[in-house]
Each structure stands twice: as structure tokens, then as C-alpha cells.
């Protein structure tokens, strides 16, 4: 996995998540928001691509359309999801049902609420092997102990309720129910955040760990730069429901070309660097309802000219494989 | 000069199965216009110790001194004076404000409890001078906590900690809530609050780039014990204490280049409830031995750096 200098190689392998022109608007007291607009990305095998932004960017609103789990009254996805060939988009409800959990499945951002509080833990990571396989009620429950082991909780903890679990064990079992039926594409939607950094330390590698033994692509979804770095292999800023950027991790991190990456580089804390102010990105996150015209991080970019307000901004690639939605890319390269 | 000194300061709460031990014997000074990061995972007792310095609860043991004079016990008077020197600023600025007050109204209320200002036009004027330093624009200022987002609420927070000049100010996980664009605004304004006024920081962070970023000199807590405290450069250039190292080596690093040394730790924090004497942090520890059972002494290890384990020495 460590071919040249970090960056990832397997552009042999097969495209097998093609996501096209993906957009997501909700419905709320008369206005529109656009939350995703115009989202295209490829994912092949094995492979983890990050999802980065601040809150309200779009990243949770990218997987739950992937996923089809949007609220059916108030949100409304277009554009094309190609898994294995076929479009989610365009398939019945009841097909959906047959992916969901078993061939695509996705670990929730607070392990708090993603478990059932009535319901044992154990039972609930059988019951997603059973929905998926016709096996007996025993062979489930066995294959449910199995997955707790797998993720590091004793099986005799099988028959306990989430309330007896802490905060990462409870992480660690909604990771075996996702994990239950060994998608081919894992959703992480903050696996991690509510988490201890020793116990952060511990699902990462889990995860990692996992991934390798059962080759599962997956997209993480995060606003931590340093668990990106740890775990992924390609990376997608979002901003404003839209890829700003997207290339390798090591493209990406070492030479960020998109000024709100920069940004974002800026006003994180160095812990080997010893300064004395952060560098914040005025402003903030335009309104979703009432998006500006043309480039929407132009309202607190500090290169903006007239011509980012127009238009639709094109990706320019900046090197092999690593793309900028920004007009003034090689004049403000030329700056730096 | 010591704005704080903590001596032997224990916080002790009955549940339904005994004792909770939140914090326990532990003992600090804060110098004047420094600030003091206390990190640690969440139920080490760390937002306690905060809470219980500024009398938000009453100590259970020990002694805190105050420039010198001890307020460890107050009465209703004394109390109220002390609260003019110290304040807090909350974690979660969607709760800590009351949302039928408007901004202004926020800032205005201490200012009028305190009886300082003899005509409502003071406390007004007051009330926009404190509103300016700390960022709230004009338009704002008739607003509701609701119309604002997370950064500018947290900036009325920190309007309403500054509003009676406080000497020490504990800011409970202060930035944990915001985006990282946001949550830099917010420790720039604190840092220069501090330049200007003077103040003396306890900054509470379970975030250890941020409280790098912040602190002077920090403590490191293990469920309600003090297991480590020195400079923050010294803490983050040589962490002694193996929880410690564990804590610094388990953040995720965004350098792209360097290989993390992981020290990974089994398990997960203990319960804090009817706890055996010796090192909490034994269960974990992968250099525990029967000696760690036995009651451990904060020690200084070298000059201005304290450690509390018995084996720091054999572990060079």
C-alpha cells in the first residue's frame, strides 16, 4: 500500500462505486436547501476515500443518498449511484433492502443513539446476519458472538443492554452490526468523534485492521484531518455541498491546492510547531437556502476576483489525479 | 505571583453503589496572567475540578487558596464576592445561555446584579464597550441565542465571563462544540483577552493540540488523580508518566510523512466508584507491578515536573 512515497497505486483495479452528479435538496418551511450539489466521485476496491468539511458542508447528506435512507417527505436526491454495475438510484425499494446492511452498510456517528436501548446488543448485530442469510436462530446467535469478539468484546457480553456498555464498546458494536454480513462498501459516518483519543486509537486501528483482512472499500466521513491521515487513502474536501478538492491524501496534505483547504491547514493547532496564533478562515459557511453565485467559498476567500462570482467553477487538475475547483489556481500558486 | 493554589483538593460524590471518587488529592498552582490546561478522557474528573474551584459545588477535602486567602469554606457574602474574581465560560454554548434573553440582555444582567453601575445607561454603555472586545457585532446584539451560530454564541459566553473583570476565568472545554475555522477565532480571542487583561486561565480540554496551542503549564488527570503535571513544552517534548505517553502517542497526527510510534493502551478507563488504593491507571498500564497497588506520591522528578508513579525511575 505504500508504493512511492505514500501514494496509493491501484488504478489497475476496477471502478466499482461510481457516483455521478449526485444532489440532495431538503424541504424546510418553504425553502429549499441545497445541501449536496453536483457530487462525482469513483471508488475501486479496497480503497478509502475521506469526506472532509465542517459541519453542514453535506458529507452525512452524500451517504444517506448513497444509501437511500433520506427522510422520503422532505429530501430529495437526484443524480446516478453505479454499485456493481447497477444504478441504487433507479432500483425498487425491496432490492434496496437486500444492500442495505449486507452488501453496503454504514457505522453511525453517535453510538449513543444508533443502538436500540431495549433490545440486547447481541440480538442486534444476529438480527442484521439473519435479515440478510437463512440461517437458524442459533447459528445467528453464534455468528453474532463471534462478531463481538472479532471486535475485541468478550461473547459472555452478548445478552447485556447498550446501557451497560460505554461509549467505545458501544462504537465497537455498531461497527459488528456493520461489519456483520462483510459488505463490499462501508459508510463511516464519524466513527469516531464521540470518542477518547486512547479509545479513538483503538477503533482506527480496529477498523483498519479489518479492512485489510476482508478488502472492504470504504468512505469515512470526518472533519478530523489527523484520523483522515491515519486511515485513508484518497481525499474529497466538501465544501458547500460541492468536491472542492479531491486527490491523493499525500497530494492533497502536502500540497493543498484549494484556498479553504489551505484554510483549513491553517486553523488547526500544530502539535509540532510552536505558533503563537492560528491563522481562522473568516467568515463562515454560506447559506444553504440562498447559495451564492459562482464559487461558493468566494465570500470569504482571500484571492477572490469578479470572475469567481460567475458561473459554474470547472475543476482544473493541478496534478495527475488531483483536482481544484478554482479559477485562480496557478496565479495564486504562483503567490504562495 | 500564585493567583490559585489547590492543596489536597478532593471531590467526593455518594451514588447508589458508594463513593464516587471524581477528583482526589489533588494539589497545584497557577501563576498570575498563565493559563493552566487540565487534560484528560472524559469522567477523569477534569470539568469537576473546574466546577468545584469556582464553588459551583463544595469541596469534599483539601484547600483552595485565592490570592493567598482561603475560600476553601464561604459564606453567602463571601461567596458573592469570590464570584466577581472567578467565572466560567461553558462548553456547550447552545445550553449555556438563556434562549429567552437577547444578547445584550445577557451581557447586561451580571453587570446589574453586581451594583456597580448606578444608572441603566453605565450598564449599557458597559454592556457595548464588553460586546466590542469580545467581537459581537452591532446587528447582533437584539438577537436570541438561536439566530446565532456556535462561534458567536461562544463569544457572548466569554462577553458574559468578562463582564465584571474576573481574575481567573475556567473555561470548561470551551471550543470542543466548533468547527475547526471557528474554533481558532475563538483561542485567538481568549489569547489576546488574556494579553490585555491580564487574566489567569484553567482551560479544561479533552483536545491536547488545542490545550498545546493554550496552556502554559498543564496537569494530566486519570480518573480524579493527578498523574502528571509540568510546562506545556516540557509535557508534549518529554511525557514521563506511561498514561501520558499513551494520551500523546494516540493522537492522530496530520503529517503526512512521519510514522506514528503508537503506544496502544488495552481497555478502557475504569470505574471511578469505591476506588482500591494505589495508581488508577495500574489496571492499563503495561509497566504495572504489585507496587503500583500501593498509595502513590505526586513526586518531582525533575525541576518543576511532577509525576505520581512509583516506577518512573526503573522506566528511565
Not at chain 1, 467568515?283 to 447559495?291: I, M
Not at chain 2, 457572548?156 to 473583570?165: D, E, P, Q, S
Not at chain 2, 494530566?220 to 509535557?235: D, I, N, P
Request: glycine residues 6%.
Amino acid at each position: 500500500m505504500s508504493a512511492d512515497n505514500g501514494k496509493t497505486v491501484k488504478s489497475e483495479e476496477s471502478t466499482f462505486l461510481d457516483v455521478r452528479d449526485l444532489t440532495v435538496q431538503y424541504t424546510s418551511m418553504g425553502s429549499v436547501i441545497h445541501a449536496v450539489n453536483g457530487i462525482t466521485f469513483q471508488l475501486k476496491k479496497g480503497e478509502t476515500l475521506a469526506l472532509v468539511g465542517e459541519t453542514g458542508a453535506g458529507k452525512t447528506s452524500i451517504a444517506k443518498a448513497i444509501l437511500r435512507i433520506l427522510p422520503d417527505v422532505s429530501a430529495k436526491s437526484k443524480g446516478t449511484v453505479i454499485f456493481n454495475n447497477t444504478d441504487l438510484m433507479q432500483m425498487k425499494e425491496k432490492e434496496m433492502q437486500k444492500i442495505r446492511g449486507h452488501k453496503i452498510s454504514m457505522i453511525f456517528q453517535d453510538p449513543m443513539t444508533a443502538l436500540n436501548p431495549t433490545m440486547r446488543v447481541g440480538k442486534q448485530i444476529s438480527e442484521v446476519i439473519s435479515a440478510h442469510r437463512s440461517i437458524s436462530t442459533e447459528e445467528a446467535v453464534a455468528e453474532g458472538k463471534k462478531m463481538l469478539e472479532m471486535v475485541g468484546i468478550p461473547a459472555e457480553r452478548y445478552y447485556e443492554f447498550p446501557h451497560q456498555f460505554s461509549g467505545g464498546m458501544k462504537q465497537r458494536v455498531v461497527i459488528a452490526i456493520a461489519l456483520a454480513c462483510n459488505p463490499e462498501l462501508l459508510l463511516a459516518d464519524e466513527p469516531t468523534t464521540a470518542l477518547d483519543v486512547t479509545i479513538q486509537a483503538q477503533v482506527l486501528e480496529l477498523i483498519n485492521d479489518l479492512k485489510e483482512r476482508l478488502n472492504t472499500s470504504m468512505i469515512l466521513i470526518t472533519h478530523d484531518l489527523g484520523v483522515v491521515n491515519e486511515t485513508c487513502d484518497n481525499v474529497a474536501v466538501i465544501y458547500a455541498g460541492r468536491i472542492i478538492e479531491s486527490g491523493s491524501k499525500y497530494d492533497v496534505f502536502k500540497h493543498p491546492g484549494h484556498p479553504y483547504t489551505n484554510g483549513l491547514f491553517g486553523a488547526l493547532p500544530n502539535m509540532n510547531l510552536d505558533s503563537d496564533r492560528l491563522s481562522p478562515i473568516a467568515g463562515l459557511l454560506p447559506d444553504p437556502t440562498n447559495l451564492p453565485d459562482g464559487c461558493a467559498f468566494a465570500p470569504r476567500c482571500p484571492y477572490v476576483t469578479d470572475k469567481c462570482r460567475q458561473g459554474t467553477i470547472p475543476a482544473v487538475e493541478v496534478e495527475p489525479g488531483h483536482f481544484c475547483e478554482c479559477i485562480r489556481m496557478d496565479e495564486i500558486r504562483k503567490e504562495r | 505571583m500564585a493567583l490559585i493554589e489547590v492543596q489536597h483538593l478532593k471531590k467526593y460524590f455518594d451514588v447508589p453503589n458508594g463513593t464516587l471518587h471524581a477528583v482526589d488529592d489533588v494539589s497545584f498552582v497557577i501563576e498570575k496572567g498563565t493559563t493552566m490546561g487540565v487534560v484528560g478522557e472524559s469522567g477523569c474528573g477534569k470539568s469537576t475540578l473546574g466546577t468545584t474551584l469556582i464553588h459551583l459545588q463544595e469541596s469534599t477535602g483539601g484547600k483552595i487558596l485565592f490570592e493567598g486567602k482561603d475560600v476553601t469554606h464561604l459564606d453567602k457574602k463571601q461567596l458573592h464576592d469570590y464570584r466577581e474574581d472567578v467565572q466560567i465560560i461553558f462548553q456547550d454554548p447552545y445550553s449555556s445561555l438563556n434562549p429567552r434573553y437577547n444578547i445584550a440582555r445577557t451581557i447586561m444582567e451580571p453587570l446589574e446584579i453586581s451594583g456597580r453601575f448606578r444608572s441603566k445607561a453605565d450598564v449599557r454603555a458597559e454592556a457595548e464597550r464588553i460586546m466590542d472586545l469580545v467581537g459581537i457585532e452591532e446587528r447582533l446584539r437584539g438577537s436570541y441565542p438561536h439566530e446565532l451560530d456556535g462561534g458567536r454564541r461562544q463569544r457572548v459566553g466569554i462577553g458574559r465571563a468578562l463582564a465584571l473583570n474576573p481574575k481567573f476565568i475556567v473555561c470548561d472545554e470551551p471550543v470542543s462544540a466548533l468547527d475547526v475555522s471557528i474554533q481558532a477565532q475563538v483561542l485567538n480571542l481568549l489569547m489576546d483577552l488574556q494579553d490585555q487583561q491580564q487574566l489567569t486561565y484553567l482551560f479544561v480540554t479533552h483536545d491536547l493540540s488545542v490545550v498545546r496551542h493554550i496552556s502554559d503549564n498543564i496537569c494530566v488527570m486519570y480518573l480524579g488523580q493527578l498523574v502528571e503535571t509540568c510546562s506545556s513544552k516540557e509535557l508534549f517534548a518529554k511525557p514521563l508518566h506511561p498514561y501520558t505517553k499513551a494520551l500523546l502517542s494516540a493522537i492522530p497526527s496530520t503529517d503526512v510523512d512521519r510514522k506514528m510510534q503508537r503506544v496502544q493502551l488495552k481497555g478502557e478507563i475504569t470505574s471511578p466508584i469505591n476506588p482500591k488504593p494505589g495508581c488508577r491507571f495500574a489496571a492499563r498500564c503495561p509497566y504495572a507491578t504489585d507496587a503500583c497497588r500501593e498509595p502513590q506520591q505526586l513526586r518531582e522528578i525533575e525541576p518543576k515536573h511532577f509525576v505520581q508513579c512509583c516506577r518512573i525511575e526503573e522506566l528511565g
